[in-house]
T-cell receptor, first 115, second 115 residues
Framework: KAGVTQTPRYLIKTRGQQVTLSCSPI?????VSWYQQTPGQGLQFLFE???????NKGNFPGRFSGRQFSNSRSEMNVSTLELGDSALYLC??????????????FGSGTRLTVV | AQKITQTQPGMFVQEKEAVTLDCTYD???????LFWYKQPSSGEMIFLIY??????QNATEGRYSLNFQKARKSANLVISASQLGDSAMYFC????????????FGTGTSLTVIP
């Protein structure tokens, strides 16, 4: 059974550019969530999509956006990159519309470096 | 507001010994779930164990057990018979049912298993 796939694994971008990260959930999972992990702020929730609709959003500026496709694959986009956007971006998929005792299944993350 | 507190930035344990990682939480919701995740240096978040707020028995999964004390709002992870492969970051997380699939994470505990 394939896990959650995040691409690319590593990315280097220049300040001011934009970036798109991709997440393919486990087959049959309809919920995809995104998290940002930095040494200073820890793990912070970005947003969650369920059946192509953004259901929940964290406290991030509008430069961070996302979407989910009909096959449940999700993308997140960061425009006008800042040095502080350097982080590990984790995607998690879940089969249900709410938390379950199976928790989420996380991908290996995309490590974004902004220079 | 929801909050997870992990007060042990780093812990050391001798191989084959047991270790307890502390986690306290704060929420006014009655329906919530508590999770522990392991994050090795590769970055992937690995689900370890789950405890629902209405579960009366402490959760166990192999060498992992969760010491759930609802009145104290604590959910400590106990790892028995530590192995070298247990060396990693450990995160306690909470999900509140009404907030959908959003995790609130603690700051993590770095566990090092000494041979």
């Amino acid at each position: 059974k394939a896990g959650v796939t995040q691409t690319p694994r590593y990315l280097i971008k220049t300040r001011g550019q934009q970036v798109t990260l991709s997440c393919s959930p486990i087959s049959g999972h309809r919920s995809v969530s995104w998290y940002q992990q930095t040494p200073g702020q820890g793990l912070q929730f970005l947003f969650e999509y369920f059946s192509e609709t953004q259901r929940n959003k964290g406290n991030f500026p509008g430069r961070f956006s996302g979407r989910q496709f009909s096959n449940s694959r999700s993308e997140m986009n960061v425009s006008t990159l800042e040095l502080g956007d350097s982080a590990l971006y984790l995607c998690a998929s879940s089969p249900t519309g709410g938390p379950s005792n199976y928790g989420y299944t996380f991908g290996s993350g995309t490590r974004l470096t902004v220079v | 507001a929801q909050k997870i507190t992990q007060t042990q930035p780093g812990m050391f344990v001798q191989e084959k010994e047991a270790v307890t990682l502390d986690c306290t939480y704060d929420t006014s919701d009655q329906s919530y779930g508590l999770f522990w995740y392991k994050q090795p240096s590769s970055g992937e978040m690995i689900f370890l164990i789950y405890q629902g707020s209405y579960d009366e028995q402490n959760a166990t999964e192999g060498r992992y057990s969760l010491n759930f004390q609802k009145a104290r709002k604590s959910a400590n992870l106990v790892i028995s018979a530590s192995q070298l492969g247990d060396s990693a970051m450990y995160f306690c997380a909470m999900s509140v049912w009404r907030a959908g699939n959003q995790f609130y994470f603690g700051t993590g505990t770095s566990l090092t298993v000494i041979p």
